[in-house]
């Protein structure tokens, strides 16, 4: 499984971006899938995941009701959108995917540990 993000960049507080997720190589449909970041000097941390089912979804708190997190299977693509960006969101973006089959399909692995396969990261920086 290879995972390639994309459509970080520059934007002012208040404003919206999103980040994408493209996937090759697995069963795309079956896994679980999650967004961590990791801003300058602090340690990567979970944001936003879904379960295999793709119908159940969490968010960490700090980013609760700004960031959506959705999947498109027809193109193996998982996006976070987020809006009412704030500068401490600031960060690497990073996606993930669990391909624990075997877990329940409404299951949201939040913790690092769980995931197996990484993207690259992509910057979003939130101008003050």
């Known amino acids: 499984v290879q995972l390639q993000a994309s459509g970080g960049g520059l934007v002012q507080a208040g404003g919206s971006l999103e980040v994408s997720c493209v996937a090759s190589?697995?069963?795309?449909?079956?896994?679980?899938w999650g967004w961590f970041r990791q801003a300058p000097g602090k340690e990567r941390e979970f944001v936003a995941a879904?379960?295999?089912?793709?119908?159940?979804?969490d968010y960490a708190p700090s980013v609760k009701d700004r960031f959506t997190i959705s999947r498109d299977s027809s193109k193996n693509t998982v996006t976070l959108q987020m809006t009412n960006l704030k500068p401490e969101d600031t960060a690497v973006y990073y996606c993930?995917?669990?391909?624990?089959?075997?877990?329940?399909?409404?299951?949201?692995?939040?913790?690092?540990?769980?995931?197996?396969?990484w993207g690259q990261g992509t910057q979003v920086t939130v101008s003050s």
């Open positions: 879904f379960s295999r089912s793709g119908r159940s979804s």
């Open positions: 190589g697995g069963t795309f449909s079956r896994y679980a």
């Open positions: 993930a995917t669990d391909r624990r089959e075997w877990l329940s399909w409404y299951y949201i692995p939040r913790s690092q540990g769980e995931y197996e396969y």
